[in-house]
């Protein structure tokens, strides 16, 4: 079951959603870089979203932490990185949710 408050108010904060946006379309944000893990296609290293924000690393850690807890990303360590990547079948789940109360 999602907790659709807890996505609310993560959304609200706008480093959060922003970070979100970027990686629904990974390919328009940020440069290509073949470092991506093996069969984690559109993952987004954290150093390159900490440089793109302008963010400290340990808080677009933290947002990028809250962002998979709610399940709109997910992530994956390759070596010292971690990429995250949006998360399709959730979010399409949460829509689906909002479609159905709304």
């Given at each position: ?45 954290v150093s390159l979203i900490v ?44 829509i689906k949710y909002l479609d159905?109360?709304?």
């Open positions: 079951m999602m907790d659709i408050p807890k996505i609310f108010k993560i959304l609200a904060n706008e480093h959060r959603y922003q970070m979100l946006q970027w990686l629904k379309q990974p390919e328009h944000h940020f440069p290509p870089h073949a470092c991506q893990p093996p069969g984690f296609h559109g993952g987004v290293s440089e793109k924000s302008g963010l400290a690393q340990s808080v677009v850690s933290a947002y990028l932490k809250s962002l998979k807890k709610a399940g709109l990303v997910e992530s994956k360590r390759a070596g010292k990185l971690t990429y995250y990547r949006y998360n399709k079948t959730q979010i399409k789940q949460f159905m109360e709304l």
